[in-house]
């Protein structure tokens, strides 16, 4: 998963623009929006990336940077 990728989405995308995104992915319906990824699967982590990246910003009013390193530690403990 590409920081990059991820970033773009967290300061361009609201939150229910991603919501609608992953709805859509989940129905197999087209996505009106670029996502990285080039299946339905891998552009699901990636709006579930920035879902969970933006609210920790927006709780902790944090850096991405911060964010998504905490990002990485959630997911390498499961």
Do not use: H
């Not at 970033?7 to 623009?17: Q, W, Y």
């Not at 982590?45 to 990485?72: D, M, P, V």
Request: charged share 35%; aromatic share 6%.
């Amino acid at each position: 998963m590409e920081s990059r990728e991820l970033e773009r989405l967290v300061e361009t995308l609201l939150v229910s623009d991603l919501e609608k995104a992953e709805q859509k992915l989940i129905e197999a319906k087209d996505v009106d929006m670029v996502l990285p990824g080039t299946t339905p699967g891998e552009k699901l982590s990636y709006i579930a990336a920035a879902k969970w990246i933006g609210n920790k910003i927006r709780q902790e009013k944090c850096e991405f940077r911060a964010a998504y390193e905490a990002y990485l530690e959630v997911i390498k403990e499961k």
